[in-house]
């Protein structure tokens, strides 16, 4: 190809300097339609004003140009100039196409070579609105705060997009609003950001970032309500969060807000059996679980049930046996509190003696003497709380702290263990030598009383139950906080904020559990089974929301937003193609209960389409498979990946693409369709007609794999309806522009010769803009880097800016040839 291009250059460029002459005299960026034509060209094209070309199937068809390159594995920085004028090119035949603006905002932003900010920035303001894509929008700001020279023109412009974007999409206001609170915290003016910070949480309250900056700034004005507002709004976030549900019920214990954390523990018990089917309930869970119980009004039985479930895993914890003790007798089972006070003594006394621990046996065995010392505590605890007995107290607390004595905790038992025995001049030393703590505290309020101090008592008894008031040493100083005639009130009123909250969740303030494949569903459909060749598929993916909550499709959420397919191509031709599309959505808004977000994905892409279009005689089966926020699969399935929610199987699809059956009266019919037939029917024959020259071309140097018809006069045909003065490159009727784009376009992938050359070099300088352009970039493509004189001469006097620019990018990938051959 390269010896007969060169032998046609100067040729070209006598054609281009005579072509230039009938273009120039139309004026830059004015191309000439005829309006009585428009009728012929029927949906294909239209006049839109004087001298304006109108072609929805070509801004169509450019974006797929655009979308390819975009998503090629060399794409670099010519080849993103390259797709941002055919993307520019796209919106000026059909203008407002919301995903020409997506893929052009998030090519202008990849560009490190040029400056598109006044692009970027009139195409985010065209793009956005409430239904825009966060994460394009994003990247859009991001874009243009990068090119800022100093804080101060960035926080210039981030006022300017809060004040003319903000409006249109709450989230983004939001994520602009954090940006700018940031900035002012950069420059110390805490006041401005706090109220950027405050505006950023209000528009959205799933801003994890803007609640922290808030915490930080203002954490006295932050009351438990909003805390556990924002707890609550993470576990819906995420439901199958283990950690945002552990602290929502820590924060819910602490509030003594006990039959919703009781509830909030229930529900991460659930969680855990689901994330971890094998291992056993930790204490972190059961623990607390349990001892909300006991402090509710009416829900001590749970305590009952839990230590249960404990012993059925084959497991023994002091600390749970003693909260079930507790809670038989405080529903009046005496009996029943006697038996498990009396197994549990055995058991632990048992258990120290063989220096191992019961309820660390799923966990592996510890050494023995770190075994002792953890049920000499807890005998300790024992039996100063659960089954307090004094000399009992005194043994173990005594023990404890000959293993540990410089332990402040060990310290602390101890003197509660003398002051339970009268002791109290021994007492109160451990108390004054180490830090206090809460037993410390409840050792000293009594050691008040006995001095005579009742206030100074009573004011110790509160901050004991203050510091944990579920705590069986909280329990005990309420008892003799009540003897003194002393009251305890909470520092935060839980009806209080259990009414606020409710006004926000409604009654089901903690939600009922559900797993992931039960919250949200997938559907993956292609319309049809069974597709001719040239036919185009596109998939459309339905992410579903069946739970009760809204959905949050965002980086914390259940759901990520992060979409792959991969197809197998088998049949005449086995290939397998991973990372077919890769793509990410991140919806502005919530999805409500059983509502459902729709996302369109071009399908016949990359390298299944290239073989698809390359390969018409073959017949394929094409499996594709849809994956969600897709993660490698096990440590050794190298390339092989899964669905991040485990239980959410991936989801496939399968469509069949019979092979062309050729006979020599339907190429005649073809043939005759390019002077009769209306504009699809030349489209469909212009790739039919190269699919099959570029299959000959495949398969000249080797034996056909499948079925292949050929014969002798089929390349003259099919090259005749390509180059003949009246075929698809070269029929002067102007009406014919949008055929020639479409079949230059199906040409990238055809081996051009000098006939093949020479036919598409006669659009250079065709009227309609659009056809130049295709024609310099189909010409590009495969030539050397003499190719650059043409481009150089498209470059300045083109009278089309689009086609200029496509010049420039063409001309920048040949410099960037030679400069890495150099």
């Known amino acids: 190809m390269r010896k007969s291009f060169l032998m046609f250059l100067p040729l070209l460029l006598c054609s281009l300097s005579a072509g230039a002459q009938g273009l120039t005299a139309q004026g830059r960026e004015k191309s000439v339609v005829n309006p009585n034509l428009s009728g012929v060209i029927g949906s294909a094209s239209s006049v839109v004003g004087a001298g304006r070309l109108f072609s929805p199937s070509v801004g169509r068809k450019f974006y797929e140009m655009a979308y390819e390159l975009a998503n090629s594995e060399d794409v670099n920085g010519p080849a993103v100039e390259q797709a941002i004028a055919f993307l520019t090119a796209a919106m000026k035949l059909e203008s407002g196409a919301n995903d020409v603006q997506s893929l052009l905002i998030k090519l202008a932003c990849r560009d490190p070579e040029r400056d598109y900010s006044g692009l970027v920035y009139s195409l985010l303001a065209d793009y956005v609105d409430e239904s825009a894509d966060i994460e394009v929008a994003k990247k859009a700001v991001g874009y243009l705060l990068e090119r800022q020279n100093s804080r101060e023109e960035r926080e210039k412009l981030l006022e300017e997009m809060l004040r003319n974007l903000g409006n249109k999409n709450v989230v983004l206001s939001s994520e602009l609003a954090i940006l700018l609170g940031l900035l002012k915290a950069e420059k110390a003016d805490l006041r401005a950001a706090t109220f950027y910070f405050m505006q950023a949480y209000k528009n959205n309250r799933y801003n994890r970032l803007a609640f922290a900056k808030l915490a930080e700034l203002m954490p006295e004005q932050i009351g438990p309500e909003i805390y556990l507002e924002r707890l609550r709004l993470a576990l819906r976030e995420n439901p199958l969060d283990i950690e945002v549900a552990l602290t929502f ?186 830090e206090r703590n809460q037993i410390a505290d409840l050792t000293l309020a009594q050691i008040q009383l006995t001095e005579g101090q009742k206030d100074s008592a009573i004011e110790t008894l509160k901050s004991v139950i203050a510091k944990d008031p579920g705590s069986f040493a909280a329990e005990r100083a309420k008892e003799i906080l009540v003897q003194q005639g002393g009251e305890y009130i909470p520092s935060v009123d839980p009806d209080v904020t259990l009414t606020g909250l409710k006004n926000t969740f409604g009654k089901t303030l903690v939600p009922a559990f559900a797993p992931a494949e039960q919250i949200i569903s997938v559907q993956f459909n292609i319309r049809g089974k069974e597709f001719s060749y040239g036919s185009e598929f596109d998939g459309v993916v339905a992410i579903i929301n069946n739970s009760s909550e809204p959905l949050v499709i965002s980086n914390d959420g259940l759901f990520k937003g992060n979409i792959r397919v991969d197809a197998d191509i088998s049949g005449d031709i086995s290939k397998k193609i991973p990372n077919l599309v890769s793509t990410r959505i991140r919806p502005a808004l919530p999805l409500e209960p059983g509502r459902s977000t729709l996302i369109s994905l071009r399908l016949v892409t990359g390298e299944l389409g290239r073989t698809l279009l390359a390969y018409p005689q073959a017949s394929l089966d094409i499996e594709f498979t849809l994956y969600l926020d897709p993660v490698p699969q096990g440590q050794t399935d190298e390339g092989k990946v899964t669905n991040r929610l485990t239980h959410i ?174």
């Open 249 to 434: 019920a820590q924060y819910a214990e602490r509030l003594e807000l006990y039959e919703t954390a009781v509830d909030v523990y229930e529900y991460c018990a659930d969680l855990f059996g689901y994330l971890y089917p094998s291992e056993p309930l930790p204490s972190r869970i059961y623990l607390p679980w349990a001892i909300s119980s006991y402090n509710t009004q009416q829900n001590q039985s749970k305590c009952l049930q839990i230590a249960e479930r404990i012993r059925q895993d084959g497991r023994f914890d002091l600390l749970l046996e003693a909260v079930a003790g507790k809670a038989a007798a405080k529903t009046g089972d005496g009996e029943m509190a006697t038996g498990i006070f009396q197994a549990a003594e055995e058991k632990a006394q048992r258990l120290f003696l063989t220096g191992l621990q019961g309820s660390e046996k799923n966990l592996g065995t510890p050494d023995d003497s770190s075994s002792q010392k953890r049920v000499t505590k807890q005998l300790t605890w024992f039996y100063c709380f659960a089954l307090p007995l004094p000399s009992k107290a005194l043994y173990w607390a005594n023990k404890a702290y000959a293993d540990e004595s410089d332990s402040a905790a060990a310290a602390a038992f101890l003197a509660y263990a003398l002051m339970m025995n009268n002791q109290m001049k021994w007492a109160k030393p451990l108390i004054e030598n180490y």
């Open 649 to 822: 199987e991936p989801t496939k699809v399968r469509v069949k693409r019979p092979g062309v059956e050729l006979t020599s009266k339907y190429l005649t019919n073809r043939f005759n369709s390019i002077s009769k037939g209306h504009f699809g029917q030349k489209v469909k024959t212009a790739q039919l007609f190269i699919g099959l020259l570029t299959e000959q071309h495949m398969m000249s140097n080797r034996k056909p794999p499948y079925r292949f018809i050929y014969a002798d006069w089929m390349p003259s045909l099919l090259r005749t309806a390509l180059v003949h003065e009246s075929g698809l490159l070269r029929n002067p009727a102007n009406d014919e522009w949008v055929v020639k784009v479409y079949t230059m376009a199906e040409m990238l992938s055809l081996p051009l010769d000098h006939e093949l050359i020479s036919a598409v070099a006669e659009n250079l300088y065709n009227v309609n803009w659009p056809v130049r352009m295709m024609a310099i970039y189909l010409l590009s493509k495969g030539s050397d880097s003499k190719f650059d004189k043409v481009l150089d001469w498209m470059a300045k006097y083109d009278p089309s800016e689009i086609v200029r620019d496509m010049a420039v990018a063409l001309g920048s990938s040949y410099q960037g040839s030679e400069s890495s051959l150099r």
